[in-house]
């Protein structure tokens, strides 16, 4: 398959004079070297929780507009399985997100509340959940809705469901996604590494199956997060799984193995390769480690770690990343 006219000879080349220069990576390049040394930063940002909605809600009456934002004047900012998220209108700290599943549910009484749900993180925006909204749908039940923080950046990558389809605009998509995170200062990486400790030690894991769940600010140059959930798995790290969302896992593996040409592959080769130069970069400085998560399994048994780890084995690659202290 070739990528459409925007891509022609010679943008191909210039992109590839651009991006694999041997000054970015060397593909033999040992950088699994582990480097002890961090320094520490704080990443506190405006709490912006309950108690702030609420005074907003409040003076603003938002009650009585909740369902008119749903229905009318709400910028849909993402839509997926689990349901629909808006804009509102007036704000741009919060967002509401209308579940698909059980949101018209039996309630004892008829009036429209806001309740509080306790904000995990504090001390970083992760698109979280602050509050609970219910607004009355007759004698018996009520919509329910929720209030989320209003994360800044644009989506990465291919949204998982259309991780298959190998076509120009997402060959695109994805070159743009992996050059945004390729050309980001080292800063953001050891940012992002920092920010996954704080989420995970607070008990909450990443939905790393799908890059949308993965920001980029690029007036901040930050890797941002939405869609935190209960973490599952107590020895899951994730730093493998989320580095599987920004090299954009599932939809990498299918371009890889399509019958794109192999200067296009060489160009997204070389912008992960630099992706992976600077995550692990930043897991050096932190003393970071990589566990077996399902998402970082899945990539190391494709090619992409082969010439990094200097195998082809999974399980080899897995004894290399202990042997360098960077391996649970």
């Not at 504090?122 to 698109?127: C, D, I, R, T």
């Not at 959930?229 to 493998?240: E, P, R």
Request: charged residues 25%; aromatic residues 12%; hydrophobic residues 35%.
């Amino acid at each position: 398959m070739r990528i459409s006219t925007q891509y022609t000879q010679l943008a191909m080349k210039n992109l590839k004079n651009k991006f694999l220069s041997p000054k970015n990576i060397t593909y033999d390049s040992d950088i699994f070297i582990k480097n002890p040394s961090f320094s520490g930063y704080e990443n506190i940002t405006d709490e912006k929780s309950y108690e702030s909605f609420l005074n907003w809600a409040n003076q603003t009456n938002f009650l009585s507009q909740v369902r008119e934002v749903e229905e009318r004047t709400g910028e849909i900012l993402g839509y997926g399985f689990e349901g629909t998220t808006f804009g509102i209108p007036g704000t741009d700290n919060w967002v509401l997100k209308k579940y698909n599943r059980g949101n018209f549910v039996a309630i004892g009484n008829n009036e429209a509340k806001i309740i509080e749900i306790k904000d995990f993180s504090p001390k970083l925006n992760v698109g979280q959940t602050i509050a609970r909204i219910e607004i009355p749908a007759g004698t018996k039940y009520s919509y329910i809705y929720y209030i989320l923080k209003r994360q800044t950046g644009k989506s990465l990558g291919i949204p998982f469901f259309a991780a298959e389809n190998i076509s120009d605009i997402n060959i695109k998509s994805h070159l743009e996604a992996l050059r945004t995170l390729a050309t980001a200062p080292q800063e953001t990486f050891d940012k992002c590494i920092k920010d996954i400790d704080y989420v995970t030690r607070q008990g909450y894991e990443f939905d790393c199956g799908n890059p949308y769940n993965f920001m980029f600010d690029s007036k901040k140059q930050a890797i941002n997060f939405v869609d935190i959930s209960d973490k599952l798995k107590d020895n899951n790290t994730q730093y493998g799984d989320v580095l599987y969302a920004l090299l954009d896992g599932k939809f990498a593996i299918n371009f890889n193995t399509s019958d794109c040409d192999i200067e296009t592959k060489e160009i997204a080769k070389t912008l992960s390769y630099t992706i992976i130069n600077k995550y692990v970069t930043a897991m050096k400085k932190a003393n970071a480690k990589f566990s077996e998560g399902r998402f970082f399994t899945e990539l190391l048994e494709t090619n992409m770690f082969d010439s990094l780890l200097k195998s082809s084995s999974k399980e080899k690659k897995i004894n290399r990343l202990r042997e360098m202290g960077l391996m649970q």
